[in-house]
């Protein structure tokens, strides 16, 4: 029997071994996908490492790949053109090639921007919600902050693609802070009206000391004096950044959003 139950033993372990490996290499190639193209040299190596931890981390939750690409050498073409060329060329995508994905890229050369979305990114990040990321992003940017932009970058494209279509991302109803502060000012009105149930109830008022037989209006008067109307012009805001563009589709038939505008 004690031989039995040792071949038994062995027969398992030769099953069960051949499953650490496959599951290892799957892990293994999750982790290693790309986000981060910085052909430009903008990142140091702790910071491109830290976009591409924060690129997963926050893709997976959207099931969105969110790309950074750079470059000083558009090889003679448009921003919007080698965007899409590089898309093409490397099948972008978290769900498939040619998938969801988000790309904000930087021509270091004409000091241009642009951003874009495929797929399910196309449809959250629509060409009013890249604009006011590319917004975000370019006082960064002409100060050479490219990490705190390209964070910034992921962090807001995740959080307004956490919102549905046609909705202000930036309304102040999807703010953290004021979600908390909302709650605890209902819990206060709750806890001040449990309170003041909970005492004696005031019988005295303005009509308990009060003769209504002899009291009463001697006089009203409304004097009409004037009525006065300024006018002020609005200032304009000279300080958002010149974009325009929008979307297009691809070489190869893919279709997406954008914004477009210099740093």
């Not at 073409?77 to 904000?104: S, T, W």
Request: overall charge positive.
């Amino acid at each position: 029997m004690r031989g039995k139950a040792w071949f038994t033993l062995l027969l398992s372990l030769l099953f069960l071994f051949p499953v650490f490996p496959l599951g290892i290499s799957g892990s293994a190639f999750a982790d290693t996908k790309q986000k981060v193209y910085d052909f430009a040299g903008l990142l140091t190596d702790k910071e491109k490492k830290e976009l591409e931890a924060l690129a997963g981390k926050y893709g997976a939750e959207r099931k969105t790949d969110l790309i950074i690409l750079t470059t000083d050498d558009t090889q003679g073409k448009d921003i919007v053109k080698y965007m899409q060329d590089f898309y093409d060329e490397k099948a972008l995508g978290y769900d498939r090639p040619h998938g969801n994905c988000a790309i904000l890229t930087v021509d270091m050369k004409n000091r241009e921007v642009y951003l874009a979305g495929f797929y399910e990114a196309k449809k959250y990040l629509d060409e009013g919600r890249l604009d006011r990321i590319r917004e975000k992003i370019t006082p960064d940017l002409k100060r050479g902050n490219y990490y705190d932009a390209f964070r910034s970058y992921i962090e807001t494209s995740h959080r307004y693609m956490g919102i549905r279509p046609g909705v202000d991302p930036d309304n102040i109803l999807f703010n953290v802070w004021f979600q908390l502060l909302a709650s605890c000012a209902v819990g206060g009105i709750v806890v001040g009206v449990m309170a003041y149930n909970s005492g004696g109830r005031v019988t005295v008022n303005e009509r308990t000391y009060q003769d209504t037989e002899r009291s009463r209006v001697l006089r009203k008067t409304d004097h009409y004096i004037r009525t006065s109307v300024s006018k002020r012009r609005k200032p304009s805001n000279n300080n958002r950044s010149r974009g325009g563009g929008g979307g297009g589709v691809t070489g190869g038939g893919h279709s997406h959003s954008g914004s477009r505008g210099s740093f």
